[in-house]
Structure formats: C-alpha cells, structure tokens
Nanobody
Framework: QVQLVESGGGLVQPGGSLRLSCVAS????????MAWYRQAPGKQRELVAT???????HYLDSVKGRFTISRDNRENTVYLQMNSLKPEDTAVYYC?????????WGQGTQVTVSS
C-alpha cells in the first residue's frame, strides 16, 4: 500500500499560481496511475487531473490550459502546477494513487484563492 503526503497549498490572490506536490512511499511509485482531486465546501469531490504510469494526462475541462500535472518517478512525486487561479478553484486538494482498482489517498492540502 502506498502512502501519500501532499504539500504546497496556501492562500493566493486570483490570477496567482501554486504548485502542489505529493510524495509517495511504501511501494513502487512508477507503476501507479496518479491523480489530483479536489473538494470544495458543500460539494462532491471531483477529479482535477490524472497522469498514467505511462505519462498520459487528462484534465477537468475547467482547468485545461491553466493546470499541469506531472510526475518524477525518481523522486516518487507527482505535481500539480496551477496557474491563473480563480476563486472557484478554492478547495482541499487530494492526491490519489490507483493500481488495479485499489486507491490510496493523501490527507489533503487546502488551496484558497481570494483577494
């Protein structure tokens, strides 16, 4: 079972940028499909971006062109670069690792976009 620890959240003004990191341990990172989810208050958790173990990426329509997911298998880390942030991006962001239908989650990191 892989363990995940997110970091990089915080308070940023609209139009600003943040980079989230998620460090994995306890298993072979490179075999996992990785993803970032987010959950805003009162809303369901939604899938923001995914990157497969082969490097294929997919994005939520509302973040396309603004967010970039990447991974560094040597550092066991997945990143989410978030640019042109909007107030509606405010949420707790969670890292997810998935392999053969089994998921592991991080504890989440808060992102607040506000002036």
């Amino acid at each position: 079972q892989v363990q995940l620890v997110e970091s990089g959240g915080g308070l940023v003004q609209p139009g600003g940028s943040l980079r989230l990191s998620c460090v994995a341990s306890g298993s072979i990172f490179s075999i996992y499909h990785m993803a970032w989810y987010r959950q805003a208050p009162g809303k369901q958790r939604e899938l923001v971006a995914t990157i497969s173990n082969g490097g294929a990426m997919h994005y939520l329509d509302s973040v396309k062109g603004r967010f970039t997911i990447s991974r560094d298998n040597r550092e066991n880390t997945v990143y989410l670069q978030m640019n042109s942030l909007k107030p509606e991006d405010t949420a707790v962001y969670y890292c997810n690792a998935n392999r053969m239908g089994k998921s592991s989650w991080g504890q989440g990191t808060q992102v607040t976009v506000s002036s």
